[in-house]
C-alpha cells in the first residue's frame, strides 16, 4: 500500500473509474483536498463514474467526506455513480456520511401580514407599559429622595449639585446662544421675506417674539439639553453599572438615587429655565439683527414693536415649561443608563433610545402645554 494518498482517474469511454489509493485521513489534509480538486474536471467531463475504494489503506471523517463530495458532484448532473470495492471497516462510516446535509432545510413559513401586525402591536404595548413603569419608579425614587432631603437638608451632596451644574449649566451657554441665535435669525429673515408682499412686514416682530417666548426658547434648549447632558447621564449611568460602581455603592449603604441621580436631575430643572432664559434672548437679539440688515427697521423701532407684541404671560408661559421637560429628560436619561447591561453595545445602544425618548417626551409635553395655556386662556 501507498504511503501517501493518492487518486488515480482513468476515461473508460464516456465514463471515468476513480481509484483513490493510501490513507485518507485528515495528517495529510492537503495533499487530499488538492487531488479532489484536481479530479473535479473529469467528473465534470464524464457520462458515468466509479468509485474503486479497494485501494483506501486508511480512512476518517475527512478523506470520507471529499470522496462523498466527489460522488455527489457526479450525481448533481443526472450522472450514473457507482461506488465499490468498500472494505467493511469502513462501510459504516461511508454510511454515516452519505446521510449528511441530504435533506433541505425546511423554509420557515411565511408570516401572516396581519398577525405579524398584531404582534408587533402587542409587542410595542408591553415595551411602552414597561417603560411607564420604569418612569414612575425612578419619578417615585425622585420624590422619596427630595423628602429625604427637605428632612434633612445637610444629606444633599451640594459639591455634585453645583459641579452637575456648571457641567450642564455654565459650559452649555456658547452653544445654547449661537443655535437660538441663528434660529432667531432664520425665523425673522423668512418672515421679513414673506409678509413684506403683503405689506406687513411689522408682524415679523410680533411672529419672532411670540414663537420666541412660548415655544421654541424653551423647546429648543430643552432639545440640545437633552441631547447633550442626557446622553452624557446615561453614558455615565451606563459606564458605572457595567463597571458594577452602582452595586458597590448599594453594597457601602449608599442609595445611588441620593448619590448619583438626585443631583444630576436637579441640576438639570435649575439650569434649564436659565438657558431657556438666555435661548430666548439670543434668539430675540438675532432677529433684532436680521429686522437691521434686512428688514430696514432700527433698534429703536424693533424694541418699541416687540414691547407692543409681547406680555409677561408669554415670558410666564414659556418658562414654566422649562422645569417639568428638565424633570423628564432627568428622568429618562437616568433610568436608561440603570437598563445598561454589560456591554458596549447595549451602552450604545440604550444612549440612542434616551435621545429619542427624551426628546419625543419633550415634544409631547410642549403640545399637552399649549393646549393647557390655551384652555385657561394664556
Not at 17 to 30: D, K, Q, Y
Request: aromatic content about 6%; charged content about 15%; proline content about 4%.
Amino acid at each position: 500500500m501507498n504511503s501517501e494518498p493518492m487518486l488515480l482517474a482513468t476515461p473508460s469511454g464516456d465514463g471515468l473509474e476513480l481509484r483513490p489509493e493510501g490513507p485518507w485521513i485528515a495528517a495529510n489534509v492537503s495533499r487530499l483536498e488538492a487531488l479532489s480538486l484536481a479530479a473535479r474536471a473529469a467528473v465534470d467531463r464524464s457520462k458515468a463514474v466509479t468509485l474503486d475504494m479497494a485501494g483506501v489503506s486508511e480512512l476518517d471523517t475527512l478523506g470520507a467526506w471529499l470522496l462523498e463530495k466527489l460522488s455527489r458532484r457526479a450525481a448533481s448532473s443526472s450522472r450514473s455513480v457507482e461506488v465499490v470495492g468498500i472494505a467493511d471497516n469502513f462501510a459504516g462510516l461511508l454510511d454515516e456520511v452519505r446521510q449528511v446535509n441530504r435533506h433541505n432545510p425546511v423554509p420557515p413559513p411565511t408570516p401572516n401580514p396581519v398577525l405579524h401586525g398584531l404582534h408587533d402591536l402587542g409587542k410595542s404595548t408591553v415595551d411602552a407599559r414597561e417603560d411607564i413603569r420604569i418612569f414612575l419608579q425612578m419619578l417615585g425614587a425622585l420624590f422619596m429622595s427630595v423628602a429625604a432631603v427637605l428632612r434633612r437638608p445637610r444629606s444633599l451632596r451640594l459639591t455634585s449639585l453645583v459641579y452637575q451644574l456648571y457641567r450642564i449649566g455654565w459650559q452649555a451657554i456658547p452653544i445654547v446662544m449661537l443655535i437660538t441665535f441663528l434660529i432667531g435669525a432664520i425665523i425673522a429673515q423668512q418672515g421679513f421675506f414673506h409678509f413684506r408682499r403683503f405689506g406687513a412686514e411689522s408682524y415679523t416682530v410680533d411672529m419672532v417674539g411670540i414663537l420666541v417666548l412660548r415655544e421654541l426658547g424653551v423647546l429648543i434648549v430643552a432639545i440640545m439639553v437633552a441631547g447633550r447632558s442626557g446622553s452624557a447621564y446615561t453614558a455615565e449611568l451606563g459606564s458605572m453599572k457595567m463597571r458594577e460602581e452602582i452595586d458597590a455603592l448599594s453594597t457601602m449603604g449608599l442609595d445611588p438615587v441620593d448619590v448619583l441621580i438626585l443631583p444630576r436631575v436637579a441640576a438639570l430643572v435649575i439650569a434649564l429655565p436659565i438657558l431657556a432664559f438666555i435661548g430666548s434672548i439670543a434668539a430675540l437679539y438675532g432677529g433684532g439683527l436680521v429686522a437691521q440688515l434686512y428688514g430696514d427697521m432700527g433698534p429703536a423701532i424693533y424694541i418699541a414693536r416687540l414691547h407692543e407684541a409681547i406680555s409677561v404671560t408669554h415670558f410666564e408661559v414659556g418658562i414654566l415649561k422649562a422645569p417639568f421637560m428638565a424633570l423628564v429628560i432627568g428622568i429618562v436619561a437616568c433610568s436608561e443608563g440603570l437598563r445598561v447591561k454589560g456591554s458596549a453595545e447595549s451602552l450604545g445602544r440604550q444612549t440612542t433610545t434616551s435621545v429619542v425618548k427624551s426628546i419625543f417626551l419633550v415634544i409631547v409635553l410642549d403640545g399637552l402645554f399649549a393646549i393647557f395655556f390655551a384652555s385657561i386662556g394664556m
